[in-house]
């Protein structure tokens, strides 16, 4: 079922994972153009998998805030 492909695509997501590539991002094209969805595309994951470990692009804003 899609459920469980969607439990094997997040194993080993963290909120680490997604801010290191979300900053990894950033130093390629840009600030302005981190979508939650080229997050999701770069971690092979669904966009709605990334709120288990973020609650949404604002948080992930202020953790690449606390990051750097």
Known sequence: ???TEDSYATQGINTETVVKT???LIEKTG???LTLHKL???LNVKPASLYTP???IDEL????AMWH
């Open 54 to 56: 973020i609650q949404g």
């Open 22 to 24: 979300a900053a990894l």
């Open 61 to 64: 804003y202020v953790l690449l």
């Open 31 to 33: 600030y302005e153009s």
């Open 1 to 3: 079922s899609l459920g």
């Open 40 to 42: 999701a595309s770069n």
